[in-house]
């Protein structure tokens, strides 16, 4: 079990509850009611105890009610939320999957039955500098001048002027830590499957994590985290772009070849990463595997970063 985190050192982590649900104001329920994949959760945060979390798969609502209870339900709730309306459940219009209906979840810019289902969030021990903070989430696939989308099939016209890149988020959330900003760069990109031979989702899913390579030099202290549902050598995805994130000499890679993740489907995987920036010092890392019948199969992984 990892121990709390110093005086001397702030802990980051990253964490795929899969608590998403299927209607609005379902969550919230199910956090009030204590239901056993929530609690489980809460008990894998408890016992990491991380100053900062990037969360995934968790329902967005516009007063942050769900988030606030969840926060509220842990042994030291959190003072700083941050989330804003992902792309899940967002209407694009259009019928994206061509089987002559409008409105489904495949027709959506990300994959969501309704607007904001499994969103994500940041819950951090310190203040966020929110005039910083910088939400790409609408940049447009096809805006990527050297992007993947432009294959046979991946995108019809229509779409093209509509389809954004993320499918739930591309964030930048700076994070003031003692005399020191860290700069956040979170998503939670789709999974490289579940689509046909134009790979559609396979090359979203690349070009979502190929899409911070230009931001690292614009950023000064970055922290990238989150869950890219990309191995760098395994799975369905294309594992090249992911090996050219964690080579990129602007980020250290405190887990290699760590697991992070058990699907039925292909077993073991690693999809989930804290990267910090080359110039923080690391004097610790690890996972933190969720318990009981009902948990996440993904790990809680979290770095401890000297401060300056």
């Known amino acids: 079990m990892a121990l709390p985190a110093s ?18 104001g379902l969550l919230l329920r199910d956090i009030l009611k204590g239901e056993a994949d929530v609690a489980s959760a809460q008990a894998a945060i408890n016992a990491v105890n991380p100053d900062i979390l990037a ?4 329902d967005y609502d516009l007063t942050g009610a769900a988030l606030k209870a969840f926060s509220d339900g842990l042994a030291r709730p959190y003072a700083h939320h941050f989330a804003r309306v992902p792309n899940t459940g967002l209407s694009t219009g259009l019928d994206l999957n061509d089987d002559r209906r409008l409105g489904t979840e495949k027709d959506a810019q990300g994959y969501g039955a309704f607007h904001g289902q499994g969103g994500m969030a ?26 993947l989308w432009d294959g046979p099939d991946v995108l019809t016209e229509a779409a093209r002027d509509v389809q954004r890149l993320s499918t739930t988020a591309h964030w930048e959330v ?11 760069l979170t998503y939670h990109a789709t999974p490289p499957v579940f689509d046909g031979p134009e790979d559609r989702n396979g090359r979203r899913n690349a070009d979502e ?38 080579a990129h000499p602007a980020l250290q890679d405190p ?6 993740v058990v699907f039925e489907q292909t077993g073991p995987l690693r999809v989930d990463y804290v990267l910090p920036a080359a110039s923080l010092t690391i004097t610790d890392a690890g996972i933190h595997w969720p318990e009981g019948d009902d948990a996440s199969r993904h790990a809680l992984i979290w770095v401890d970063i000297a401060l300056p």
């Not at 500098?129 to 805006?143: F, N, P, R, T």
């Not at 950023?219 to 990238?224: D, G, I, N, S, Y």
């Not at 887990?255 to 992070?260: A, E, H, I, N, Q």
């Open 7 to 24: 005086a001397e050192t702030v802990r980051i982590a990253t964490f795929n509850t899969e608590l998403a649900r299927k209607g609005p």
């Open 55 to 58: 969360v995934q798969s968790f």
């Open 122 to 147: 940041v819950l951090s021990r310190y203040p966020f500098e929110q005039g910083g903070v910088v939400d790409h989430s609408d940049v447009l696939w096809s805006s990527l001048e050297a992007g």
């Open 174 to 184: 700076p994070v003031t830590v003692g005399g020191t900003v860290l700069t956040l």
């Open 209 to 246: 994590t190929l899409f911070w390579l230009p931001r690292l030099s614009a950023v000064e202290t970055p922290v990238l985290l989150g869950d890219a549902n990309l191995d760098p050598a395994r799975g369905d995805g294309r594992s090249e772009a992911m090996q050219r994130l964690l």
């Open 255 to 260: 887990l290699p070849g760590t697991d992070s």
